[in-house]
């Protein structure tokens, strides 16, 4: 059973990213999660918004994404949900971060997906059919 939580419009602006974490540090907060744990959740949700203002918009600041956070009795899920450009399946499915040694390989694209896939315990990727994307992140709520 969803108990009430929080929903918040976001205009696609990265500037407003900083507001995001925020919220999500503060929500995690209230619900006891060790703060090493949050911190990698704000950045795997960071990531989250990134991809929809950077992909689903193609970077225009005047969209709006949504970001709701709430609970049930297993789980604290942080839901990203944008109107825009669905994802292409083969850049949402979980491969595993790559074990890099020399930071130079890193490349751009993809490790946010796969960041959030490591940091929550169930990750959720509903990508519309012609509109739209949804990413549902679940942590297991702390003892």
């Given at each position: ?64 994404f ?7 009795e ?64 679940r ?5």
């Amino acid at each position: 059973m969803n108990k009430p939580g929080i929903a918040m419009e976001v205009s696609s602006d990265p500037a407003l990213l900083g507001v995001v974490r925020g919220a999500v540090r503060c929500f995690l907060d209230a619900y006891g999660v060790p703060n090493e744990r949050t911190a990698e959740a704000v950045l795997a949700v960071d990531e989250a918004c990134a991809n929809a203002i950077r992909h689903a918009y193609g970077g225009q600041k005047d969209r709006k994404f949504r970001l709701a956070m709430r609970t049930t009795e297993r789980w604290l899920e942080l839901e990203v949900r944008d109107s825009g450009k669905p994802a292409p399946r083969d850049k949402i499915v979980q491969k595993g971060l790559p074990e890099i040694s020399d930071h130079s390989e890193i490349t751009p694209g993809g490790l946010g997906v796969q960041l959030m896939y490591k940091v929550f315990d169930n990750v959720d990727f509903c990508p519309g059919k012609t509109r739209g994307n949804c990413v549902t992140l679940r942590l297991k709520r702390p003892e």
